[in-house]
């Protein structure tokens, strides 16, 4: 049974050499921040580990993360442990259908009982149960019935993790994050539109290795792949310290590869591991491409004003509210102008000289 | 309301009031001030008003020696935080990158490392020129309610600008919108506090040095 068999058994049938299961072990400990010791038991973990049961629920999403997942260039070990899950259900990749699908969901719960995960991508709806069904159960009922037995809950995704794009205001189908509906489980949150497959495929490393989650922040993402900031780790941070910046997409300034954020770059306030990670087999990243990070693994990331208007400046039209404000300012210093004048002639005829002769006439009476 | 419609609060509406704020008042508070005129100077003129005004202006940009002498902390401390405050206001790239947004006009950014630097020996200065008011007899005689407020909304923008650019504490888009309700909070009491002297200075510079030189002596 396919089920029984370990990672390592299910790695070497599919042609990984012991020496690229170590590799592997080696960066995704690293990438981890875990100390060098550290590897031979992530080694020895992942070699013994059964194939843990996953059970993969989609919900409003645009299958981007499981494309992300599954289809990176060329075979990796990071696909390859992906596949040597035993993912027992995902409606977009199973070969079963209908009832035999759910039936294989209800099996897996049933089986795996308080040790399987749940991978979440797409937000789910609140507004309206009808909103987004699979075999005719809600989204949110389908969430709570397989979180339910569930060792622990992998929110993919931006959508899963914080609402995504379905939550974008105006948000018309109340979408909302795994988190806000599940509280009683430990959840995990690997945001990003899409994520990245390292960190996934870290996440559950760290899983079968300690057989706990790995250290989160106030997000609740891995600190070991969100921990710092696109624009801490950028390779055009230097360029943004002497103040060299693109003003457009086709000056001087881009041609050299110069700082993108007056081109709305959201490096400064996003939390990913894009620029150490990057994408597609670690070839590049957005910024590496000439194009300004969109944040796209922070909470409400399409509300941000504008993904080419750096965070720092007003969303109104100032100039306007200037010149507003100025003709205001002007009416009002030349009317409060005239009160005082008048108030200063009123004061004037009404002063009274002082004579000599009053002061005498003062001097009388003491 | 989450972090992100928070900031969106900020730099929308409320940049917008704030905005609003500072220029009427600014306007309205000079008018006032120029519009009440000033009586005719029936005095023969024995010189410049206009050239001696301009002198004054200028000469009063450097402190004089005496000053310097019996005041060396406060003049020295006041230098300090004032270039502080314009280098970090005006040289840091997102701030320019702001003004240009609203004017049109921007220009180069200092190296953001010089920036930092600017804010912490402000910052420091600022909390000096706090001691020094407290501890000095005669300026905490003279200081009230006001002068320790606009020391306060002063020094708050660099605080929360320091914190913001090394993100300390809270998350960025909430450090960056504390950051930009702090300036609101200067913009808005800026026209009604002794902050007016930004503007008001000049105007009285002038008035100083028109009235000497008018009756043909240095100001």
Redesign the interface.
Known sequence: MAKHKTLIEALQQQGISRRSFLKFCASTASLMTLPPAMIPAVARALEQARRPSVIWLSFQECTGCTESLTRSHSPTVEGLIFDAISLDYHHTLQAASGHAAEAARMTAMEENHGNYLVVVDGSIPTANAGFSTIAGISNRDMLLETARGAAAIIAVGTCAAFGGIPHASPNPTGAVAVSELVTDKPIINVSGCPPIPVVISGVLTHFLTFGSLPALD??GRPKAFFGQ?IHDRCYRRPF????L?AESFDDEGAKKGWCL??LGCKG??TFNACATAKWNSGTSFPIQSGHPCLGCS????W???GFYR???????D??A??L???A???A???A???V??AR?RRAQQAHQPVGVDDLEKGAGHD | MTETEFLMWVRGPAFQVATLVFVIGIIVRILEVLLLGRKANLAEARGSAIAGGLRTILTRMWPDRGTLQRSTFTVVAGYVFHIGLFVTIFLYAPHILLIRDVFGVGWPALPTTIIDAATVVTIITLLAVLIYRLRSPVQRFLSGFQDYFVWLVTILPLITGYLAFHRIGLTPPMLLAIHILSVELLMVTFPFTKLMHAFTLFMARWYNGAIAGYRGVRS
């Open positions: 106030e997000l900031s943004y310290d002497k103040g910046f954020y007056k400064p306030t922070e909470p409400d990331f509300d941000g004003g750096p965070l720092s400046t007003p969303t109104g100032i100039g509210t200037l507003y404000g100025a205001a300012g002007a009002a210093g030349v409060l102008g005239a005082n004048q200063k």
